[in-house]
């Protein structure tokens, strides 16, 4: 076979027909679809009209009797050409043809196998993609070599992204934090009304008495009152080298969230081999996602120096390290201020993704040196971020997923 169509159409395809003469058809013109036709296909059926168009979208990306197109460097069919408008058509034909979870697929790749990244700098372009996450991270990167003509076109895709991750998350992740707020500042001679039961019941089951069947609640545990002062100190910690571009682009919009919180007092740190401080942007994401710059090396222990510099309160601070943990800096002493931390009664977390992008690739090494301290490192997905924050900010055993390092 001399063909790499890897997107099947079917969601255009429709359901399959009942058994008979009409669906042996559409099983050959499903196959032709996805094998992308030439001889060695071995369907026999040809394409016309809007199957035919849409197998030219894919022949374009994929291509077609010259070579497996499996990456960079390699022989691969090139429809696309080496232009700007040629690449903007082909991206409006794929937003008619495909639905746009399969759009953004197809994106990837043609960045990633046809190294499209530089076209990406042309006002045309932007204009023409479906925005996401991936494409943010995408032009992220290349924030430093994109000319003024594009800046703005640039910011306007961000932003739009951002703003549709802001009403996906922003809701829930209020009504989580402010619950656990509220709960983490309970207090020992509650009125009745403000009595946290669960937790005056786990707290006095020693006086369990078995004859009358209850528990005498010697010791009352109730919720503080809701007030506007700050209750929490949270300092997210991000790793900006390439490979955490999408945990970059949620972790910056969670801090958004978090500093429109009163009750929280939200600092946001970004690192490669410096430190930058974007605490004083947290009121537009946009602005802190063109105020990092990813790529380049990491020094993490680096990075944990400033924001334990930073912890005025740490039995109220929960701090973040959102990192892949290849540490380019002092192993021993990211380690001893993680440990220094915990000590002085900070909450510390390590993920080692923000995103939606299954396992992460990760320095094992570190991770488990970090579980020793009591620090389990661990992928989190973006609808997990909330509870895993508010667990920190209770100071309960975290939600860790079961595919966590440990």
Request: aromatic residues 4%; neutral net charge.
């Amino acid at each position: 076979m001399t063909t790499d169509h890897t997107i099947a159409p079917a969601p255009a395809a429709g359901p399959a027909p009942a058994a008979g003469p009409d669906a042996a058809r559409e099983r050959l013109r499903r196959w032709r679809l996805v094998l992308g036709g030439d001889q060695a296909d071995g369907t026999g059926c040809s394409l016309e009209g809007r199957d035919a168009a849409m197998d030219a979208t894919l022949t374009a990306l994929y291509g077609s009797g010259r070579g497996d197109g499996s990456g960079r460097g390699g022989s691969r069919g090139a429809g696309l050409g080496a232009s700007a408008p040629s690449v903007a058509r082909w991206l409006g034909d794929i937003r008619t043809y495909f639905p746009g979870s399969v759009v953004q697929v197809m994106q990837r790749d043609a960045i990633d196998r046809l190294d499209l990244s530089a076209l990406l700098l042309e006002p045309e372009m932007l204009e023409a993609v479906e925005a996401d996450v991936h494409l943010v991270g995408t032009l992220l990167s290349l924030n430093r070599a994109m000319p003024e003509t594009t800046k703005e076109t640039a910011r306007a895709v961000v932003r739009k992204v951002v703003e549709k991750l802001e009403k996906q998350l922003a809701t829930r992740t209020k009504s989580t934090l402010t619950g656990a707020l509220d709960r983490s500042a309970r207090i020992s001679r509650p009125r009745h009304r403000d009595i946290d039961w669960d937790r005056t019941i786990r707290a006095n089951l020693k006086n369990y008495l078995p004859e009358y069947r209850t528990v005498v609640p010697e010791r009352l545990i109730g919720y503080g009152r809701a007030s506007q002062s700050v209750k929490k100190e949270v300092v997210l910690c991000i790793d900006q080298s390439g490979s955490m571009a999408a945990s970059v682009v949620y972790a910056s919009v969670f801090g958004a969230v978090l500093a429109s919180m009163r009750s929280i007092a939200t600092r946001l740190v970004v690192f490669d081999t410096a430190v930058v401080d974007l605490t004083d942007q947290l009121d537009d994401p946009v602005d802190v996602l063109f105020g990092t710059q990813l790529g380049g090396g990491t020094d993490i222990n680096r990075a944990l120096a400033y924001c334990q510099e930073r912890i005025t309160r740490p039995a109220d601070t929960v701090v973040v390290l959102i990192s892949d943990l290849y540490e380019g800096g002092i192993r021993e002493g990211m380690l001893k201020r993680v440990a220094a931390m915990q000590a002085a009664g900070v909450q510390f977390v390590t993920l080692l993704a923000l995103s939606d992008e299954g396992a992460p690739a990760y320095d094992r090494e570190h991770a488990a040196a970090l579980a020793a301290l009591g620090a389990p490192a661990f992928a989190c997905t973006p609808d997990l971020f909330p509870d895993i924050m508010a667990a920190a900010i209770e100071k309960r055993p975290l939600p860790i997923p079961d595919t966590a390092a440990r």
